[in-house]
T-cell receptor
Framework: DAGVIQSPRHEVTEMGQEVTLRCKPISGHNSLFWYRQTMMRGLELLIYFNNNVPIDDSGMPEDRFSAKMPNASFSTLKIQPSEPRDSAVYFC????????????????FGPGTRLTVL | AQSVTQLDSQVPVFEEAPVELRCNYSSSVSVYLFWYVQYPNQGLQLLLKYLSGSTLVKGINGFEAEFNKSQTSFHLRKPSVHISDTAEYFCAVRQKGAQKLVFGQGTRLTINP
């Protein structure tokens, strides 16, 4: 299996520009998570989906952030407009949330997208 | 709500020495416990997890952790570290029945030759 795939791996943009981060979860996984990692705040859960439906978006910092999952194999996290304080590493993770056993619920992380907003 | 405290932000040790990375958690409900490792410029990889049963959990790369309910701790140990263990280590908790992982701030393990 290819694991969780994220693109781009690095993104440098200017303040005010729109940024779109992409994630392809592991095939067969039905839960997808977006995290942000910064020095100041560590790893924070932004939003997660079950079966393509957003379940908890309480971690999304503000309206400039939006996430979608149009199908089971693709998700996007969009920031519009971007600001320098959005600079961070954004991770996507997926798991198989079948509800049968917590042992199957391990989250597998992608390599992350390092975003720099100038 | 749950919270995780990793007591050491950085731990330097010599190669082949033992190491313990400390993790304490706070929760009013039963939780599952995890340790993840992040190598430079990579994503997080699961080291081990405690779900139930034996409080001593063995993971990959020779790591183990012990769940102590009375002390609400889940410390990570390795009897002899290698240069390749240099990484950042994250402790995390998840409420039983929920999916949200709450992470600690991480501990940077540096191995000196």
């Amino acid at each position: 299996d290819a694991g969780v795939i994220q693109s781009p791996r690095h993104e440098v943009t200017e303040m005010g520009q729109e940024v779109t981060l992409r994630c392809k979860p592991i095939s067969g996984h039905n839960s997808l998570f977006w995290y942000r990692q910064t020095m100041m705040r560590g790893l924070e859960l932004l939003i997660y989906f079950n079966n393509n439906v957003p379940i908890d978006d309480s971690g999304m910092p503000e309206d400039r952030f939006s996430a979608k999952m149009p199908n089971a194999s693709f998700s996007t996290l969009k920031i519009q407009p971007s600001e320098p304080r959005d600079s961070a590493v954004y991770f996507c993770a997926s798991s198989s949330q079948l509800g049968a056993s917590p042992d199957t619920d391990t989250q597998y992380f992608g390599p992350g997208t390092r975003l720099t907003v100038l | 709500a749950q919270s995780v405290t990793q007591l050491d932000s950085q731990v330097p040790v010599f190669e082949e020495a033992p190491v313990e990375l400390r993790c304490n958690y706070s929760s009013s409900v039963s939780v599952y416990l995890f340790w993840y490792v992040q190598y430079p410029n990579q994503g997080l990889q699961l080291l081990l997890k405690y779900l139930s049963g034996s409080t001593l959990v063995k993971g990959i790369n020779g790591f183990e952790a012990e769940f102590n309910k009375s002390q609400t701790s889940f410390h990570l140990r390795k009897p002899s570290v290698h240069i390749s263990d240099t990484a950042e280590y994250f402790c995390a908790v998840r409420q039983k029945g929920a999916q949200k992982l709450v992470f600690g701030q991480g501990t940077r393990l540096t191995i000196n030759p």
